[in-house]
Nanobody, 120 residues
Framework: QVQLVESGGRLVQPGESMNLSCAASGSILSLRVMGWYRQAPGKQRELVVTWTLGDNIDYGPFMKGRFAISRDNIKNTVSLHSSNLKPEDSAVYYC??????????????WGQGTQVTVSS
């Protein structure tokens, strides 16, 4: 079983920057994708940014430029770096990972989510 634990969500003022972190643990043999999605009230979950094996970075619409991703391959962690936050960035941010377990099975895992609120 694979677990993802996010941290760093908080109340920030418009224009501020913020970092979120996610740590993956459990029976992980390899990770193929790690990244971040978000979901605002009344809206569908949307892609923010993901890292894919081979160091490919994929951004959701209108995300590039204000969001960036970094990953620690040894610790199996991924971080989301955001700048110039706007009220419309308020959402629950979810960590996501896909890979293979030590048992040789594929997995898709989601974190429990961390709340980010951008408000003055």
């Amino acid at each position: 079983q694979v677990q993802l634990v996010e941290s760093g969500g908080r109340l920030v003022q418009p224009g501020e920057s913020m970092n979120l972190s996610c740590a993956a643990s459990g029976s992980i043999l390899s990770l193929r994708v790690m990244g971040w999605y978000r979901q605002a009230p009344g809206k569908q979950r949307e892609l923010v940014v993901t890292w894919t094996l081979g160091d490919n970075i994929d951004y959701g619409p209108f995300m590039k430029g204000r969001f960036a991703i970094s990953r620690d391959n040894i610790k199996n962690t991924v971080s989301l770096h955001s700048s110039n936050l706007k009220p419309e960035d308020s959402a629950v941010y979810y960590c996501y990972a896909r890979g293979m377990t030590e048992a040789g099975t594929d997995f898709n895992a989601w974190g429990q989510g961390t709340q980010v609120t951008v408000s003055s």
